[in-house]
């Protein structure tokens, strides 16, 4: 049912997005891979806290809580390698400096966050 609009939505994009040429591109070898471990592993490690809650074990289990705090540990030191270690930075920190910028990607993440519950 998606794939009619992400077709739409890549065309447009294509149409209308216009890139310089020589601008830098982003390379293999520029990709920040232990940055990218370290969200990969906490963010599943986080989902999968909070998929067996309630169903599996309870929520006050140590198989529940362990994976949610160890998620969210790792979350904590992605943003800290992030912002201190990596030199090409994802997500480029210069994108929350914007203020409006910063309440747009807040409102996002709390309106997915609502039609996730209200599902």
Excluded at 38 to 61: A, C, N
Aim: aromatic share 16%; proline share 4%; net charge positive.
């Amino acid at each position: 049912m998606n794939l009619p609009f992400c077709a739409i939505t890549f065309g447009a994009v294509t149409l209308f997005m216009h890139v310089k040429k020589g601008e830098a591109t982003l390379r293999m070898h520029d990709l920040d891979y232990l940055g990218n471990s370290i969200f990969t592993v906490s963010v599943i490690s986080l989902l999968f806290g909070l998929v067996t809650d309630g169903i599996k074990y309870p929520w006050s289990s140590w198989r529940v809580m362990m994976p949610i705090v160890l998620g969210t540990i790792g979350w904590i030191l992605f943003h800290f390698h992030q912002h201190f270690f990596a030199t090409n930075q994802w997500p480029p920190t210069r994108l929350f400096s914007n203020r409006t910028s910063a309440v747009g990607f807040a409102l996002n993440f709390l309106a997915s966050i609502a039609i996730q519950a209200a599902g």
